[in-house]
Each structure stands twice: as C-alpha cells, then as structure tokens.
C-alpha cells in the first residue's frame, strides 16, 4: 500500500511559477513510476507527466513540453513537479500517482494509488 500526499499549489499569476511535491509512504517507493495527472472543473482528468522508477526517462503531455518538469528523489521519497510559464489553462487540481509499472506510460488506468490532489489556480 502507498500513500501520496501532494503539496504546492496555490494562486499564482500568469506567466508564474510553482512546484508542486508528493511524498509517498512505504519503503518501495523507488520501487514506482509515478506521474502527475490533472483535472479542470467540469472536465476529465488529464496526462501531465510521468517518470520512470529511477528518474532515467520522462514523459510529457505535448502541452506541457518545455514548460513541465517532472523529477524525483528517491532518498525522500518525493516526486515534483515544475512549472513555469503558467497560464489561466493551467487551472486545475493536480494529482499524483503511483504505478506498479516503473516504466508507466499516459493512461490513468495504468497507476494503482493517487494522492488527494493540490489545487493550482492561474489569474490571468
């Protein structure tokens, strides 16, 4: 069983930053691929990023490239989100996930713990 707490969201303004963080629970954490998943009001939930059990590759949804980055730290158990460049369509609660595949693709349906969620909220 894992457990994923997200923090960092809050109000920012466009053009802003924040970074988001997700501790999880348990010893096997490095153990997961994780991603980061998202979901505006009255919309389905939708791919952020993902990275492999040891960091060594990513993937990005296309809206998020060059402005998303997804990293993690195996020693805190903590996995991270970037983001830069933010804008009023970023608004969103934010989730993130874990996956017993370490190397876990763009389908929400691969991920098989989710935290809470963190809301983001971009003023325009």
């Known amino acids: 069983q894992v457990q994923l707490v997200e923090s960092g969201g809050g109000l920012v303004q466009a053009g802003g930053s924040l970074r988001l963080s997700c501790v999880a629970s348990?010893?096997?954490?490095?153990?997961?691929?994780m991603g980061w998943f998202r979901q505006a009001p009255g919309k389905e939930r939708d791919f952020v990023a993902t990275?492999?059990?040891?960091?060594?590759?990513?993937r990005y949804a296309d809206s998020m490239k060059g402005r998303f980055t997804i990293s993690r730290d195996n020693a805190k158990n903590t996995v991270y989100l970037q983001m830069n460049s933010l804008n009023p369509d970023d608004t969103a609660v934010y989730y993130c996930?874990?996956?017993?595949?370490?190397?876990?693709?763009?389908?929400?349906?691969?991920?098989?713990?989710w935290g809470q969620g963190t809301q983001v909220t971009v003023s325009s």
């Open positions: 990275i492999t059990w040891s960091g060594g590759a990513t």
């Open positions: 348990g010893r096997t954490f490095s153990s997961y691929g």
């Open positions: 996930a874990a996956s017993r595949n370490r190397w876990p693709r763009g389908s929400d349906n691969e991920y098989d713990y």
